[in-house]
């Protein structure tokens, strides 16, 4: 690469607009979709030093990268504040993209018992079949990531704030105590968003997005990133990707790029929505719980406070009544939706127990506070006053049955 005059430091949102823009010779004012499979080479000798060494607007196949994909892995790895991306095809072909990489039989491998349930299968059912050993804990008392953590700990995973109970773990310190034995620290960060990350300042070794959530945040295609330093990337997560075949189209790179520029407004309107509905919501009759880690009286409301500029788009609630009365309380939503995803500009709500965590036992939902009246809320773009008419009648209705 050429030698470029130093520029001064941008802030986030103009890098949002701009970082990794590759203009063709066209000029075009929109980052172009370059939909192709494969690249021509002027002559058999450029082809063999392709092959040897590809330079940054350089490409060989689209397994391996395309320019769109790159300019997606740019400008998300300038707002996270990494060295280096790579894109996949989904969120959890980088949560398998970011532990097989790493990991070989003999390693051990603690992770908070709060995950994703996909999550959860790559842990307890694909790395302890290749001779990896996985031991869970509570992911937010640290006396138990130091008792579990040992010489062979390889690799610490957790995600920064749980699904769906909220929870806030305390990078910095589990960071530590993962270093302290050379392991790596890997985190699911897709509650946190990029707007809100300072993961890799708090000593995350390899950040990872589902970007189907807030980076798309308009429900259209799925996609992931896994980002950390130059040589993490390339020595070790890319042989990995590349090889199995875990890229991102590059349709959907150009989909997440666009929505990388309005992702901030997007997210931190959601916020500012979610605290106001969080807020009118407490005390409310028929509601046990209201979850957030932006109230009081959250257990880790302080620690959020510290390590994120706003506590996030998603709030959990308890309904008084169990299952029967969160159903009748999520059917009688009119503007929220149904459905599984979040981070989208819709507003969407979930019954985990029946649904995303239905494959847990009684006993491991027990564990998480996963109780049969709790419903996930993910905040959209709707004007928060509608939405909290939305839930206080839908409220009424589930108490009036
Ligand atoms: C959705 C999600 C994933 C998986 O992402 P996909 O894009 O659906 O593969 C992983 N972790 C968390 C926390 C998620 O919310």
């Known amino acids: 690469m050429k030698d470029a ?18 203009r063709s010779q066209y000029g075009e004012v929109s980052e172009a ?47 996270e504040g990494a060295e280096d991306a790579f894109a996949t095809a989904s969120g959890m072909a980088a949560v398998n993209g970011a532990l097989v990489s790493l990991l070989k039989a003999g390693d051990h491998v603690v992770a908070a018992r709060a995950l994703f349930g996909s999550c959860l299968y790559i842990l ?7 001779g990896v050993e996985v031991t869970f804990v509570d ?13 062979e700990t390889k690799a610490v995973f957790f995600e920064t704030i749980s699904n769906p109970t909220l929870e806030v773990i ?35 070794d390899l950040v990872v997005y589902s970007a189907t ?24 997560v890319e042989p990995y990707m590349k090889h199995t075949g875990g890229a991102m189209s590059p349709f959907n790179a150009w989909v997440l790029l666009k929505s990388l520029e ?29 979850i957030y880690p932006g109230l009081s009286d959250h257990p880790q409301h302080a620690l959020a406070a510290r390590m994120m500029d706003r506590p996030g788009t998603v709030i959990a609630l308890d309904i008084e009544g169990g299952q029967a009365a969160a159903f009748r309380f999520l059917n009688a939503l009119q503007i929220i939706t149904i459905s599984n995803n979040l981070g989208d500009a819709k507003s969407i709500i979930t019954h985990p127990a029946t649904t995303t965590h239905q494959r847990l036992s009684e006993e491991q939902r027990d564990r998480l506070g996963i109780t049969r009246g709790l419903v996930r809320l993910s905040v959209g773009l709707e004007d928060p006053e509608d939405l909290v008419e939305d839930l206080r009648s839908a409220l009424a209705a589930a108490r009036s049955a």
């Open 124 to 130: 307890e059912e694909v790395l302890t079949r290749y």
């Open 262 to 290: 309005t992702l901030d407004l997007r997210v931190r309107a959601q916020s500012d929505s979610t605290q106001t509905i969080a807020d009118a919501l407490q005390g409310q009759a028929g509601l046990s719980r209201v």
């Open 213 to 236: 959530k807030h980076i798309d945040g308009q429900g259209r295609c799925l996609g992931g990133v896994i980002l950390g330093t130059r040589e993490m990337i390339r020595k070790t």
């Open 170 to 204: 305390d990078i910095a310190s589990v960071a530590d105590l993962a270093h302290a034995v050379g392991a790596k620290v890997v985190v699911d960060n897709v509650f946190a968003t990029p707007v809100y990350s300072n993961a890799i300042a708090q000593g995350v």
């Open 139 to 151: 992911g937010t008392e640290l006396d138990q990531w130091r008792a579990a953590i040992r010489p």
């Open 5 to 22: 005059p130093a520029k001064p430091v941008l802030k986030p949102r103009t890098r949002a607009v701009h970082a990794g823009t590759r």
């Open 33 to 79: 979709m370059f939909l192709t499979q494969g690249f021509v080479y002027d002559t058999a000798e450029a082809a063999e030093a392709r092959f040897i060494e590809t330079g940054p607007d350089e490409f060989i196949y689209g397994r391996y990268g395309n320019p769109t994909v790159a300019m997606f892995e740019e400008r998300i790895a300038s707002l």
